[in-house]
């Protein structure tokens, strides 16, 4: 009787644990309120509206943000907008991450780079904040720099002295031309992530 009861429990905690490596927090950070939506530091949150639209989902007014759930090949995709404004973002991530049971390896944070040409694609298993708020909040809340982090290039094409206003500026009549496009590669680049793994999304995506 005492085997036949392990031999469950051990069953039970293997399907658990499968279902636990199949929900994957998708982070898009941006700042809450009108006069943000449409800026260059708000793509976090461009980039996940972009694929609940996509997709028929909405998102749900939560504790410490918006969240909308997508379904996809068996995994179950958290799509998280913190309304903590950039600079606490961990707070929200630490919270949602907890609450799901969702491990550190499936969590991706959307944010914005002025290191990269617009649009282009970076993403990275770990690695510092690189300057972004955002990302330096989040560090510290969760003590680690070992999550998935997948930046979108917006350029650094401002004058000295001008970077916040470029940065809380809104995309140019250029930008916004290309924006659609870019969006759905970014869209592709979430189900990758949690369907083929992040080293083959990498390899995939990188430099696109």
Same mark, same amino acid.
């Given at each position: 009787?005492?085997?036949?009861?392990? %031999?469950?429990?051990?069953?039970?905690?293997?399907?658990?644990?499968?279902?636990?490596?199949?929900? @994957?927090?998708? &982070?898009? #950070? $941006?700042?809450?309120?009108?006069?943000?939506?449409?800026?260059?530091? %708000?793509?976090?949150?461009?980039?996940v509206d972009f694929l609940a639209k996509k997709?028929?989902?909405? @998102?749900?007014? &939560?504790? #410490? $943000?918006?969240?909308?759930?997508?379904k996809f090949k068996g995994r179950t995709f958290l799509l998280l907008k913190p309304n903590t404004y950039m600079n606490l973002s961990g707070k929200a991530v630490q919270y949602w991450m907890d609450k799901e049971n969702i491990p550190l390896e499936n969590i991706m944070v959307i944010t914005d780079d002025l290191n990269l040409s617009f649009g282009t694609i970076r993403i990275r298993k770990k690695g510092s904040d690189g300057g972004h708020n955002g990302l330096k909040n989040i560090n510290l809340v969760l003590n680690t720099q070992q999550y998935t982090r997948f930046r979108f290039g917006i350029s650094d094409e401002f004058k000295k002295g001008k970077q916040v206003?470029?940065?809380?500026?809104?995309?140019?009549?250029?930008?916004?031309?290309?924006?659609?496009?870019?969006?759905e590669l970014a869209s592709e680049i979430i189900k990758s992530f949690g369907t083929a793994g992040i080293e083959n999304t990498m390899t995939t995506f990188n430099g696109k």
């Amino acid at each position: 009787m005492i085997n036949w009861f392990n %031999n469950l429990f051990s069953r039970t905690e293997i399907t658990d644990n499968k279902e636990y490596m199949k929900k @994957f927090l998708i &982070v898009g #950070l $941006g700042n809450i309120g009108a006069e943000y939506v449409n800026t260059r530091h %708000n793509i976090g949150f461009k980039v996940v509206d972009f694929l609940a639209k996509k997709e028929g989902i909405s @998102f749900e007014t &939560v504790k #410490l $943000g918006a969240l909308a759930e997508y379904k996809f090949k068996g995994r179950t995709f958290l799509l998280l907008k913190p309304n903590t404004y950039m600079n606490l973002s961990g707070k929200a991530v630490q919270y949602w991450m907890d609450k799901e049971n969702i491990p550190l390896e499936n969590i991706m944070v959307i944010t914005d780079d002025l290191n990269l040409s617009f649009g282009t694609i970076r993403i990275r298993k770990k690695g510092s904040d690189g300057g972004h708020n955002g990302l330096k909040n989040i560090n510290l809340v969760l003590n680690t720099q070992q999550y998935t982090r997948f930046r979108f290039g917006i350029s650094d094409e401002f004058k000295k002295g001008k970077q916040v206003d470029y940065v809380l500026g809104e995309w140019d009549d250029t930008e916004k031309a290309a924006l659609p496009e870019r969006l759905e590669l970014a869209s592709e680049i979430i189900k990758s992530f949690g369907t083929a793994g992040i080293e083959n999304t990498m390899t995939t995506f990188n430099g696109k």
